[in-house]
């Protein structure tokens, strides 16, 4: 419990520096919002509008401090102000509109890349010399090797625009109406797949070969000779001793990977036209729309921490050695 | 229909809101202006306002109201709603983008179809921007608390789109307007805009067949796009815009010479600059900097001045001429002992112009002038170019629908902001009192005469001074296929500029488009 409570306090300290980063960072960027906006116009703005313009959308000549305290409120309340690039909408209904799908086929796709990378690799490992093992690894670690926009972009071309099996963008088609139904859910899955799938090649490799890596590391330690010396059965050896082990490495990696879900997931969207946080944070950017940017920021820095946290939990149920009284 | 890009649509109809906000055509569809100049025509089409007249002391303007318009709930749309249009922007300054309350005095209704505007001083340009500001309706933002934080989601217009019958992530459908004011229109019963966070994407759905109209940059157009359909496919990219630039910073020497800006621009081979940077699809800037949008107001004399000519032996001279001889491995030296040495600024992704500065570098090279090409994020150059710290920069130009405002944004003193302070246009820092007395004198000119000789003279003035370096019009992308819809503008009939991103052109193009045959509802 104590180890559980020493953690969240490191964690609540870490959230704060990231809020304060995320504060100042924006204002360190060159230009400002509506003269920017008023520019793209091509058209002429006059000073007095940009002034009110300015004070509309918040930004204020108040000294640094006394900002710092109102976004800490603001953050502390869940007030993360309105969106400049969608004025007047607030910055919480603009991610949540993308953060579902975000989180939809990202999260899919990381979990299921981890899971189908680490599984195999446990296994490459434990056959090492294998055909898995001969196979897999250099195959995967060229398919990964790829830029990933060039692999969306050839996947795209490929099943999409001339074999015409998968649809060619968004994550549902536009005639139908988002429903809890099964259609509409087959819909979805028929229009994840091939982004996910883009995904799952991107990334497999990484997991697999980290995992190979680590169990080759753990099986040739003496806890696996004594419990084959125990006659333990091979299933048992490789899942509850060797991969338990070995895991270890993976999963921490798993914890950073949540925020790339977040915030990486930028040229799948783009690629194949797909809603989500990414684009959402690169046009924030583009527009320099510091409100959005910092509520996406702020979303992404908070998915990490509570990732980091939840794996920190897992790593101390399953190593005995991180446990301060074990 | 594709014209923005967002991969996710918020719902917003605000059309008093800074452009960028609302969905299209809110400003132009959903609502609709007093007037729309087609630069085209080179004249104003009556819209919400049959008629306008100025009084004899140029203090009073008096907009005729159409009778029989109604709003899409079924209200009369009369001159109460013009005022109170107008007087939600003089309380909220920031939806007066064009700053309208900076020359306008008051305004009331004469009758309910006669709108009086009285002005702080004679401004015949106002006219302008008073023509192309979207009216709402009285009845309905009466009761906005506060119309900057309003989304509109439901909006009551005239234009002829403004039930908004499906609203989602990716896609937005506009049905009719059930009592347009224009009988049997619009003839297309729906638009559809459906969500693409890219030009790629945008693309690839036009190049399918997906879009009927879209207004996007399609590199190699006639043979990625029309060639596939020749027979109903049509791009369209009339030089009718805004003008490209080369910025040159008056306000740092030697810049500030008007034959080292006129010897850089005899540097330049604007040909190849089409041919390679722009596919062919525009063609050189004269003396002028005006493009098609002012075929009327043009002057060949003026546009014929020897400096937007390539000619390297002149431009060498006229450096030598300015005091920037040649030194050290050839590079040349301002007056002052540096060299002459210049970043190129252009934005990183607009890979036109990346191409046309890298060409602009070379030209520039081969006369002693070394330059480079830099490029920034778009919010970087935007806020170099206002601040003033740059030296050479590619930029747009700032337009309306007279040559006015193209001179005053590039040669009025008053425009002319200090180094280091934001400035909304004339980047380059130029005033030029010869043309603050045309352009002051434009603003009284009432009749079309009047403006034209003081165009004529203002073209002069900017040939005879070279405040910025004219580099090639940019052309306005507009695709469409017209296997569903025909009734677009086009090569043939060119009765408005084709992209739909230039508001309220689009509105003539809306209320024009019909179905090919009586087929069934288009789904794209």
């Known amino acids: ?326 | 229909m594709s014209t923005e890009q967002q991969s996710i649509w918020v719902r917003n109809f605000n059309p008093l809101l800074p452009p960028g906000r609302a969905r299209w055509p809110t400003r132009a569809g959903v609502y609709e202006p007093l007037l729309i100049w087609n630069p085209l025509a080179s004249r104003w089409t009556p819209w919400l306002a049959t008629d306008y007249t100025w009084s004899e002391d140029l203090l009073r303007l008096r907009f005729a109201l159409r009778p029989g318009v109604k709003w899409s709930d079924g209200a009369p749309f009369t001159a109460d709603d013009v005022v109170y249009t107008l007087l939600l922007l003089r309380e909220h300054p920031a939806l007066d983008l064009p700053r309208l309350w900076g020359f306008l005095a008051d305004v009331h209704a004469i009758d309910p179809l006669t709108v009086e505007l009285t002005f702080q001083r004679p401004y015949v340009p106002g006219l302008e921007d008073l023509a192309h500001q979207p009216v709402v309706p009285r009845h309905v933002w009466e009761r906005v608390p506060d119309p900057m934080t309003f989304a509109n989601p439901t909006p009551v217009g005239t234009g002829p789109f403004t039930e908004v019958r499906v609203f989602r992530d990716q896609v937005y459908e506009l049905g009719k307007n059930p009592h347009y004011w224009q009988p049997g229109k619009p003839a297309v019963p729906a638009l559809r805009m459906l969500a693409y966070p890219s030009n790629d994407q945008a693309n690839l759905a036009l190049i399918e067949g997906d879009v009927d109209w879209a207004g996007n940059f399609v590199p190699a157009v006639e043979r990625t796009f029309v060639r596939r359909d020749p027979a109903h496919r049509e791009a369209w990219s009339p030089l009718a815009g805004n003008m490209v630039l080369l910025y040159a910073n008056t306000a740092r020497p030697p810049l500030d010479d008007v034959r080292v800006r006129q010897a850089l621009s005899m540097a330049i081979d604007r040909d190849r600059l089409v041919d390679v940077a722009m596919y062919g699809m525009t063609r050189p800037a004269d003396a002028t900097g005006l493009t098609d949008a002012y075929a009327d107001w043009h002057d060949e004399a003026a546009g014929r001045a020897p400096w937007m000519t390539q000619d390297r032996a002149a431009a060498e001279r006229l450096l030598d001429e300015a005091g920037c001889p040649r030194g050290d491995g050839g590079v040349r030296h301002a007056p002052d002992g540096r060299p002459l040495a210049f970043d190129i600024e252009v934005v990183g992704g607009w890979s036109d112009w990346v191409r046309a500065a890298q060409l602009i570098a070379r030209d520039l090279d081969a006369i002693g002038v070394r330059a480079h090409l830099r490029v920034y994020d778009f919010g970087a150059w935007m806020s170099r170019l206002q601040e003033g710290t740059f030296s050479l920069s590619v930029g747009y130009s700032l337009d309306g629908p007279t040559p006015y405002r193209f001179y005053r944004w590039t040669m009025a003193s008053a425009t002319v902001q200090p180094l280091g302070k934001l400035a909304p246009g004339n980047w380059h820092r130029f005033g030029d009192p010869e043309a603050d007395r045309l352009l002051a004198a434009f603003e009284r000119a009432a009749t079309p005469e009047a403006q034209r000789e003081l165009a004529v003279a203002l073209q002069r003035r900017f040939a005879a001074t070279a405040p910025a370096i004219p580099l090639f019009a940019n052309p306005l992308w507009g695709e469409v296929t017209t296997t569903r819809f025909v009734g677009f503008p086009g090569a043939r009939d060119p009765y408005a500029r084709l992209s739909p991103h230039i508001e309220p052109d689009a509105l003539l193009v809306l209320t024009s488009v019909r179905p090919r045959d009586a087929a069934p509802e288009a789904t794209y």
């Open chain 1, 1 to 326: 419990m104590r180890a559980v409570l020493s953690r969240l306090g490191f964690y609540l300290i870490a959230a704060w520096a990231a809020l304060t980063l995320n504060f100042l960072i924006p204002r360190l960027m060159p230009g400002d919002p509506t003269t920017i906006m008023a520019g793209r116009l091509s058209a002429s703005a006059s000073p007095e509008a940009i002034a009110a313009l300015n004070e509309a959308f918040g930004k204020t000549d108040a000294p640094l401090h006394a900002q710092y305290l109102d976004y800490l409120g603001n953050v502390l309340t869940g007030d993360l102000g309105r969106s400049i690039s969608q004025y007047p909408a607030r910055v919480g209904d603009v991610i949540a509109t993308g953060l579902v799908w975000t989180l939809g086929l990202g999260g899919v796709a990381l979990v299921l890349s981890f899971a189908i990378g680490t599984t195999l690799g446990a296994l490459a490992a434990w056959r090492r010399s294998g055909w898995l093992d001969a196979v897999l690894p250099p195959v995967l670690a060229l398919s990964g090797a790829f830029p990933y926009f060039w692999l969306a972009m050839l996947g795209l071309h490929l099943f999409g625009f001339t074999l015409g099996w998968a649809p060619l963008r968004h994550a549902y088609c536009s005639h139908l109406e988002p429903t809890w139904s099964l259609r509409f859910a087959l819909d979805v899955v028929q229009h994840a797949a091939l982004p996910a799938l883009t995904i799952i090649i991107a990334t497999v490799g990484g997991w697999l070969l980290g995992m190979r890596n680590a169990m080759l590391g753990v099986l040739g330690t003496e806890q696996i000779t004594l419990a084959r010396a125990k006659g333990l059965s091979s299933r048992r050896i490789l899942w509850a001793y060797a991969a338990r082990n070995a895991i270890l490495p993976n999963l921490t990696s798993f914890g950073m990977a949540v925020g790339f879900v977040l915030g990486g997931s930028l040229l799948t969207e783009i690629v194949f036209s797909y809603p989500g946080t990414g684009y959402l944070l690169i046009q924030a950017v583009r527009t320099q729309d510091y409100p959005l940017m910092q509520g996406l920021f702020l979303t992404i820095t908070l998915a990490v921490l509570a990732a980091n946290f939840l794996v920190d939990l897992a790593t101390l149920a399953l190593d005995p050695r991180t446990r301060p009284h074990a």
